[in-house]
C-alpha cells in the first residue's frame, strides 16, 4: 500500500502562513487531495488533484506538488481552521489517506 | 442540495454482522462512483473500499476484503455496506462519501455512523 506519511501536528498563530506536508512512499502524479476534518465533524474536501481549489472553500488555502510531495497551504490561518487536515491518495490501489496533521491555533 | 445519511450502526457482539446504509439524495445518484471510510476512535481515517454507477467495478481494501462487501440500489438511491465477522478492531464511525471524481476523490460525505463492536 502506499503510505501517507504526515507531521502530527503544528502550532500557528492567526495571520500566519502555514504548510502542511504529505510524502508519499512512492509516486502518485498528481492523484492527491487534501480534507478538513473539525472535531465532531464528518471531512469535508479542501483541495483536489492536488492543487483545484474545491467550490466554496477560502482562497486561502492552497496545494501543490506532484509525485511524492506535497504541500497544503493556509494563507494567512484563521481561528476558524482549526482542524484535522488529511491528505489522501487515489493513483495507486487501494486508495490511502495519510495519517492527519492537528493544526491548533496560538 | 447533495444529502448522505447513513443509519444502522449500534452495538453488535464479536463475531457476528452488520449491514450499514446510506442514503442519498439531491444529486443523481446512479451517474457516480460512492465509497465507505471509517474512523476508529481518536484515530484517522481508513479508506474502506468504492463502488462505480453500475455495481461493475468494486474495489476494497485488501485488509478488509474478506469481511466487508459493499453493493448499491441505484432505484432506491442507496449505498450499502455488509460487514461480517465484526471484531473490536471495527468498532469506528462510518461514513459514506460521493466520489467527485471518477474513482478518485471524495467530494461530499455522510455525518456518519457509529458501530461498536463488543460483548
Known amino acids: 500500500d502506499t503510505v501517507l506519511t504526515q507531521s502530527p501536528a503544528l502550532a500557528v498563530s492567526p495571520g500566519e502562513r502555514v504548510t502542511i506536508s504529505c510524502r508519499a512512499s512512492e509516486s502518485v502524479s498528481t492523484l492527491m487531495h487534501w480534507y478538513q476534518q473539525k472535531p465532531g465533524q464528518q471531512p469535508t474536501l479542501l483541495i483536489y488533484?492536488?492543487?483545484n481549489l474545491e467550490s466554496g472553500v477560502p482562497a486561502r488555502f492552497s496545494g501543490s506538488g506532484s509525485g511524492t510531495d506535497f504541500t497544503l497551504t493556509i494563507d494567512p490561518v484563521e481561528a476558524d481552521d482549526t482542524a484535522t487536515y488529511y491528505c489522501?491518495?487515489?493513483?495507486?490501489?487501494?486508495?490511502?489517506f495519510g495519517g492527519g496533521t492537528k493544526l491548533e491555533l496560538k | 442540495e447533495v444529502k448522505l445519511v447513513e443509519s444502522g450502526g449500534g452495538l453488535v457482539q464479536p463475531g457476528r454482522s452488520l449491514k450499514l446504509s446510506c442514503a442519498a439524495s439531491g444529486f443523481s445518484f446512479n451517474d457516480y462512483w460512492m465509497g465507505w471510510v471509517r474512523q476508529a476512535p481518536g484515530k484517522g481515517l481508513e479508506w474502506i473500499g468504492e463502488i462505480n454507477q453500475d455495481s461493475s467495478t468494486i474495489n476494497y481494501t485488501p485488509s478488509l476484503k474478506d469481511k466487508f462487501t459493499i453493493s448499491r440500489d441505484n432505484a432506491q438511491n442507496t449505498l450499502y455496506l455488509q460487514m461480517s465477522k465484526l471484531g473490536s478492531e471495527d468498532t469506528a464511525i462510518y461514513y459514506c462519501?460521493?466520489?467527485?471524481?471518477?474513482?478518485?476523490?471524495?467530494?461530499?460525505w455522510g455525518q456518519g455512523v457509529m458501530v461498536t463492536v463488543s460483548s
Open positions: 462519501a460521493r466520489d467527485g471524481g471518477r474513482a478518485c476523490y471524495f467530494d461530499y
Open positions: 488533484l492536488a492543487s
Open positions: 489522501q491518495q487515489s493513483w495507486n490501489d487501494p486508495r490511502t
